[in-house]
């Protein structure tokens, strides 16, 4: 039911937590399903220097969060504005259709981030 690289993902996750001293951080929900996930970062010169996430959800919704962090992590923010979902689909060996919210849930917040990181003009 799982792809082997959505399980790693799951039983594995990368870059859990929270960021001390992150300069930007979002939580979203899901209404639907109840999943939330928080992504905290800190930025530095346009860089995402640390990305953590924090889960409260399935076994996708964990997947993709720890997903989303390792794409992202390193990168300009600008490129980090081009992560799309077939992207992070691809990372986790793609999701049951049952569970298409999770990946959508992490990119939803990850825009949300990049977002919030405009307004508050931190780059």
């Known amino acids: 039911m799982y792809s082997a690289e959505l399980l790693d993902h799951f039983e ?3 870059n859990g937590g929270v960021v001390e001293n992150a300069n930007v951080a979002v939580r979203l929900e899901n209404p ?11 930025v530095e010169a346009g860089q995402i220097v640390e990305i953590r996430f924090r889960v409260k ?11 989303i962090t390792e794409l992202v992590k390193g990168k300009s923010v600008e490129a980090a504005k081009g992560i799309s979902r077939k992207e992070l689909l691809g990372a986790v ?9 999770a990946s959508y849930l992490a990119i939803d917040a990850m825009r949300a981030l990049l977002e919030k990181l405009g307004t508050d003009s931190i780059e």
């Open 32 to 42: 639907a399903c109840g999943d939330i996930l928080e992504l905290s970062a800190r």
């Open 93 to 101: 060996g793609g999701v049951p259709e049952a569970s298409s919210h």
């Open 57 to 67: 959800g399935c076994v996708p919704a964990m997947a993709c969060g720890s997903a």
């Open 12 to 14: 594995n996750p990368r």
